[in-house]
């Protein structure tokens, strides 16, 4: 893969910091300002869909406290990143067409007011909250979706592209893909087994033709955010499942980007990828060197082994279609979600993509704890004393030090996340934040952690 310039990223010399967060988990105000229905409105208000029974209508309210949550970013540090996703359905209610002008003000204010307080605004287009109009023509299994994403993303740029330096078009491809259409873990809920990589590709595609239009208009430091995991086989007889699972997570993205192809192995599993009605002459060309970054969402290791009805069945199991029949063991420690805890995971995953990219430089766009944010501040008020989350955080971090000591060229950690928040399916059940939300008032008291990622920022950067 043949490196390309950047103008906007650091230059590597020391790790920048910042956090991220996404529309849908925090904006509510979803019948505001034009905003049209997404998947994830449609879906959370199935029964049983998510944990709780919620949705992301409220949230944490921040379409209406931005400035408070972009406050806070500063306070970590000026300079620090605020990874952000636009919302498609605020832009174009109906997916095609009609452009909502108070949509693109909305994020116009937003920018406006992080460059303001000293925080660098970096977008991404596309974080799962697909507008209900496009999915009901069909979604991520029709070619069309992957047109009106790039025709969407060139409506965002040119309203903020003067401003906004750093995009991403995809956030976790993966989870839209096959937890959504394969697994029917989140929306739009599909169960179709190999729909997944006809989704798949179709993301693909999405990011490939958005990517010309970009660079074309001027964008000059693009990337995608994938959700990559190291796949360690917890026996011998595993070591084969486990390369096809690393197909299906890792090199459904990788192999397009770096070599305009879709490889053997996973053309065994995912013989759909080989049809030429699919994918077309030229499509994957597209998508080869189309990046200046990478981005990492990492969070813990898989360790699978042979399909074994002695352990508790994995719900994502289902989410790679074609792959042989596997059970994951997972280990102790684990985050309140149920997922190993294993820095050493990061290392590898920066490491095995510095060398499979070719030395593209990387981004950690999320890594961050589940915690049950159980135990309180002595004598502080309504401050959480998370020491769980600050130890994720800290050897984390530490691990991307040791992968950037290796060669690997990392040149920012962002902790997901900013706020407790709707957390997809886990509903408001599982937070991830470093700043606590009041469920009644949404007040937002900055965590234990807050307070120490905000230390350790000051003590890299003196």
């Known amino acids: 893969m043949s490196l390309r310039p950047t103008r906007h990223l650091p230059d590597g010399s020391t790790l920048a910091f910042g956090a991220a967060a996404a529309s849908y988990q925090i904006e509510g105000a979803t019948d505001e300002d ?6 994830w409105d449609t879906f959370a208000a199935r029964p049983g869909s998510t944990r709780d029974g919620r949705d992301g209508s409220v949230a944490c309210d921040s379409y209406h406290r931005y400035d408070e ?7 970590l540090g000026r300079g620090s990143w605020y990874r952000f996703s636009v919302a498609w359905s605020r832009i174009l209610p109906e997916g095609t067409g009609r452009v909502e002008t108070r949509g693109l003000d909305y994020y116009d204010r937003f920018v406006d007011a992080a460059l303001a307080q000293g925080v660098q605004p970096t977008g991404t287009l596309y974080h799962w909250d697909l507008p209900q109009t496009l999915e009901d023509r069909g979604g991520w ?30 956030n976790e491809p993966w989870c839209a893909a ?20 006809r989704a798949a590709h179709h993301l ?3 990011h490939g033709l958005a990517a010309a239009r970009l660079h074309d208009a001027g964008v000059t430091d693009l990337g995608i955010a994938l959700n990559l995991a190291p796949y360690w086989p917890e026996t011998p007889e595993a070591a084969g499942a486990a390369d096809e699972l690393d197909a299906v997570r890792n090199r459904v ?86 997922w190993e805890v294993d820095d050493s995971g990061l290392e590898a995953i920066l490491l095995q993509t510095h060398e499979r990219t070719g030395g593209v430089p990387m981004v950690i766009t ?18 959480v ?18 992968a950037r000591s290796a060669g690997a060229d990392v040149r920012a950690y962002l902790v997901w996340t900013l706020l407790d928040n709707f957390e997809w399916a886990e509903g408001y059940t599982k937070t991830f934040g470093i700043v606590h939300v009041d469920p009644k008032d949404l007040t937002r008291t900055p965590k234990a952690s807050y307070h120490w990622l905000a230390g350790h920022i000051a003590s890299a950067s003196s």
């Open 34 to 39: 034009g905003r049209g229905p997404s998947i």
């Open 178 to 197: 096959y937890l959504g259409y394969s697994a029917g873990i989140h929306a739009p809920g599909r169960k179709e087994g190999d729909a997944g990589h």
């Open 366 to 383: 999320e890594n961050g704890a589940a915690c049950p944010d159980d135990t309180l501040v002595e004598g502080a008020a309504g401050e």
């Open 385 to 402: 004393d998370d020491q769980d989350r600050i130890d994720y955080l800290r050897d984390h971090i530490a691990a991307t030090e040791r």
């Open 69 to 75: 949550d972009i406050a806070l970013v500063a306070g």
């Open 253 to 338: 993205w990788l192999g397009p980007l770096v070599d305009g192809a879709y490889d053997e192995g996973l053309l065994r599993v995912a013989p759909v990828l080989a049809d030429p009605a699919l994918v077309r002459d030229g499509d994957l060309d597209l998508v080869r060197d189309s990046v200046e970054w990478i981005g990492i969402n990492y969070y813990t290791p898989f360790r699978p082994t042979l399909a074994d009805p002695t352990l508790t069945v994995h719900p994502e199991v289902e989410a790679y279609p074609g792959v042989t029949p596997v059970s994951f063991v997972v280990r102790e420690p684990r985050t309140d979600i149920g």
């Open 141 to 170: 299994l029709e070619r069309s979706t992957a047109e009106a994403f790039a025709d969407y993303a060139m409506i965002v740029h040119e309203r903020l592209g003067d401003r906004v330096q750093v995009w991403a078009t995809h």
């Open 204 to 206: 693909n595609l999405a």
